[in-house]
């Protein structure tokens, strides 16, 4: 039974290890599912080693009290992601629904708005040379 166990977690490990690239590419809709379960777990980090962008990758914050939004681009989802929880170490994060990824667009449902929380808007993406899709800009918005 032990052995068993260790066969299908093994098995397992080396399913999920492998990266989209190998075989078929990730699809846009599977990049967005890996953008936002880093969002919701707070380590955008976790995305560098699979480097879904080409050179800089854009955050956007929108701000709903204000008309204000800031914007930074980024070497990397790490510095992305630090810059956006910057100050904010007790935000929460909210994900609605993926509505549609259609031109160059993936749109999720914003629910609602609770204050000190941040709501993830849209991502924009690309295909780079070997039809792989990649993050161009991640939109929020800020529950302020």
Known sequence: MKVKILFLTALMLMVTSISPAQGRPESVEMLSL??????KAKTFGTLDPGK???GRVKFVVEHSLTDKSESKSFSS???AGDWLFRGRKDVGVNVGNLQRCDNGTC???VNGMLHNNLYIKKMTYGYDSKGRPYVKAVHFVDGN
């Open 77 to 79: 989802m790490k510095l």
């Open 107 to 109: 749109s999720f449902t």
């Open 34 to 39: 890996r953008v936002t379960n880093a969002f």
């Open 52 to 54: 879904p962008y080409v």
